[in-house]
């Protein structure tokens, strides 16, 4: 083991006088850095220094704070601008939405007003220049069809109608027979005697299933020999009207009723 080592007053002093000289050493570094005085052992106070000192501090926090002020009232302006268009933006919106809302119960006070329209009410159709008297009614039997909805009573005043003030349906006047016959028959038709399915002249067929596409009544009939669509039946369509056996499967086809067809 090494002997132990005890301070003498001469070693303390040596080690005393070190650290001193390290201290001024790294002061004078610190002073080399930042140019300020070294005050210590054996210096003096530069007081003109000092003052120069505390005014270019006083000078730069004061620069800072105006920097910080300018900016700060920046954002403030910034924000107020973004604050009134936003308030613009939506005070706009809002008078559209309430000039819509008006629009739209303006609207349905109109359609309160027309559907005023009874059921029993006879209306005088204009259909291809031959005139039919019909109860509003018999039109609107087939309930979620264009037909029911065009005689709802809410477009009254935008059908079209001729120079007597009677609603005109450009349809050709045999093909309407047909329809009209079978609403009336499908008006009075209970679950044990339900509507028969229109008999349809063969030359009439395609212009019978046009009509009958344009009124939406095609999901509430079933007619022998109807193609996909309204004109189809004059792209040869295969059905004959004397075959027995296509009339017996039409019939079959259309066996469930109007009734259970339009969910009465």
């Known amino acids: 083991h090494s002997p132990c080592f005890v301070p003498t007053a001469c070693s303390v002093a040596a080690m005393q006088d070190g650290e001193d000289a390290v201290a001024v050493?790294?002061?004078?570094?610190?002073a080399a850095v930042v140019r300020m005085p070294i005050i210590g052992a054996?210096?003096?106070?530069?007081?003109?220094?000092?003052?120069?000192?505390?005014?270019?501090?006083?000078?730069?926090?004061?620069?800072?704070?105006?920097?910080?002020?300018?900016?700060?009232?920046?954002?403030?302006?910034?924000?107020?601008?973004?604050r009134v268009q936003l308030h613009t933006e939506y005070s706009q919106k809002l008078l559209q939405a309430d000039e819509e809302?008006?629009?739209?119960?303006?609207?349905r006070a109109a359609r309160?007003?027309?559907?005023g329209a009874s059921q029993n009410d006879i209306i005088t159709l204009n259909v291809g220049g031959k005139l039919y008297t019909v109860k509003r009614e018999t039109l609107c039997v087939c309930r979620g069809s264009f037909l029911a909805e065009l005689f709802s009573g809410r477009w009254e005043r935008a059908m079209q109608k001729d120079s007597e003030g009677n609603v005109f349906l450009d349809i050709d006047p045999p093909v309407f027979d047909i329809i009209l016959g079978w609403l009336r028959d499908c008006k009075?038709?209970?679950?044990?005697?339900?509507?028969?399915?229109?008999?349809?002249?063969k030359e009439d067929l395609?212009?019978?299933?046009?009509?009958?596409?344009?009124l939406g009544l095609r999901p509430y009939l079933s007619v022998a020999g109807l193609g996909p669509d309204g004109w189809a039946a004059s792209c040869?369509?295969?059905f004959d009207p004397c075959d027995e056996e296509q009339e017996t499967e039409a019939k079959q086809k259309d066996s469930r009723g109007f009734l259970k067809v339009a969910g009465s």
């Open 188 to 201: 009075i038709e209970t679950p044990d005697r339900p509507a028969a399915s229109p008999v349809v002249p």
């Open 101 to 107: 809302l008006r629009v739209v119960l303006e609207e």
């Open 25 to 30: 050493a790294t002061a004078a570094d610190y």
């Open 42 to 82: 054996g210096a003096t106070l530069d007081t003109g220094r000092v003052d120069e000192l505390a005014e270019e501090l006083i000078r730069t926090v004061g620069t800072g704070q105006a920097q910080f002020h300018e900016e700060r009232n920046s954002v403030v302006l910034e924000f107020e601008a973004a």
């Open 236 to 238: 040869g369509s295969s």
């Open 206 to 214: 395609q212009h019978f299933q046009a009509a009958v596409d344009y």
């Open 112 to 115: 309160r007003e027309t559907c």
